[in-house]
C-alpha cells in the first residue's frame, strides 16, 4: 500500500510487478505487461527505495514482488488490493491515486504535465505525435519523483503532528 501513491503505477502494473524489473533505482516494465505496450521506466525516490528494500526481504525469493497468498506463482489479486484499502478504512479506489498525483503534482508543486504524464504512462501528445516523441524524461522525472515522495512525507508528518 505504501508504494502506490508513490509510483504512479496503474495498479494491475504494480500488483503483476516483478523483482526482475527492479534494479538500480529504477522499475522498467516491459512493453508487455503495460497498457499501452511500450516498455516504462519508473525513477525510484529514496522512500520507495527503502520500502522495496524492506519488501525483498519479505518476497525477494518469489518471482513478484506481490505474490499471491496462494502461491508465489501468481501475482496479488485485484481484489486484495482493493481490501487491503478498504481495511486501512478508505473509500479509494487504487487507480484514484494516479489521478491525485496528476493534480498536486502540477497544482501544488508546478511540474510540467508533459512530465507528468510521462510519468504516468500517458501517450504524450505533441504537434508530431508519438512517432517523433522518443523522449524519456529520466533526469526530470528522477527529480519529480523525489519531490512527490518528499511532498507526500511533509503531508504525512503535518497531518500526524
Known amino acids: 500500500m505504501q508504494l502506490t501513491p508513490l509510483l504512479f503505477l496503474r495498479p ?6 516483478e523483482w526482475a524489473d ?6 522498467n516494465i516491459p512493453g508487455e505487461r503495460m497498457k499501452m505496450g511500450v516498455s516504462h521506466t ?3 525516490s529514496s522512500q ?3 520500502i522495496l528494500v524492506q519488501l525483498r526481504k519479505l518476497t525477494g525469493n518469489e518471482r513478484f514482488v506481490f505474490p499471491s497468498a496462494r502461491g508465489g506463482s501468481r501475482c496479488l489479486s485485484e481484489n486484495a488490493v482493493r481490501a487491503a484499502i478498504r481495511s ?3 473509500l479509494y479506489a487504487p487507480h484514484s491515486f494516479r489521478a491525485t498525483a496528476r493534480t498536486l503534482l502540477e497544482e501544488e508543486l508546478g511540474v510540467r504535465y ?4 510521462h510519468q504516468l504512462a500517458h501517450a504524450v501528445r505533441d504537434p508530431n505525435g508519438r512517432a517523433y516523441n522518443r523522449t524519456n524524461f529520466i ?3 528522477s527529480e ?9 512525507e511533509r503531508l504525512k508528518s503535518e497531518w500526524a503532528g
Do not use: C, H, N
Not at 527492479?22 to 522499475?27: E, K, L, N, Y
Not at 508533459?114 to 504524464?117: A, K, L
Open 114 to 117: 508533459d512530465f507528468i504524464e
Open 144 to 152: 519529480m519523483m523525489q519531490r512527490w515522495s518528499d511532498y507526500l
Open 22 to 27: 527492479v534494479s538500480d533505482g529504477f522499475i
Open 139 to 141: 533526469k526530470q522525472g
Open 88 to 90: 486501512l478504512g478508505f
Open 42 to 44: 519508473v525513477p525510484l
Open 12 to 17: 494491475g502494473e504494480l500488483r503483476k510487478l
Open 48 to 50: 520507495a527505495t527503502e
